[in-house]
Nanobody
Framework: VQLQASGGGVVQAGDSLRLSCAAR?????????MGWFRQAPGKEREFVAG????????EYVDSVKGRFTISRDRSENTVYLQMTSLKPEDTAIYYC???????????????WGQGTQVTVSS
């Protein structure tokens, strides 16, 4: 599965961004749980948000709850991360990933896209 993330940029604190992750292969991701991760300079990659295969279940890291929303369009083979009220600590490279399973399993993301940079200035 080839995943392509896009939508990153440089914004100010309080702004919004929407990231997109599209599957660029014949293999569909419509039956996989999907997730967004991020990695800030000097820090380990962390889970940000996940969504089950049908969108019926979502999970978020505590630091983004109430500000970020993960969603998916199965017909378009695309997953989104709507980010609002951005903070400087959200600055990172954001990666999308496909889970081995249909339900969210944070240890089973095995297909990764290239990252997209999000920079939030204060």
């Amino acid at each position: 599965v080839q995943l392509q993330a896009s939508g990153g940029g440089v914004v100010q604190a309080g702004d919004s961004l929407r990231l997109s992750c599209a599957a660029r292969s014949r293999r569909t991701i419509s039956n996989n749980a999907m997730g967004w991760f991020r990695q800030a300079p000097g820090k380990e990659r962390e889970f940000v948000a996940g969504i089950s295969w049908n969108g019926g279940s979502t999970e978020y890291v505590d630091s983004v709850k109430g500000r970020f929303t993960i969603s998916r369009d199965r017909s378009e083979n695309t997953v989104y991360l709507q980010m609002t009220s951005l903070k400087p600590e959200d600055t990172a490279i954001y990666y999308c990933a496909a889970n081995r399973y249909a339900v969210i399993n944070r240890a089973a993301y095995n297909y990764w896209g290239q990252g997209t940079q999000v920079t939030v200035s204060s």
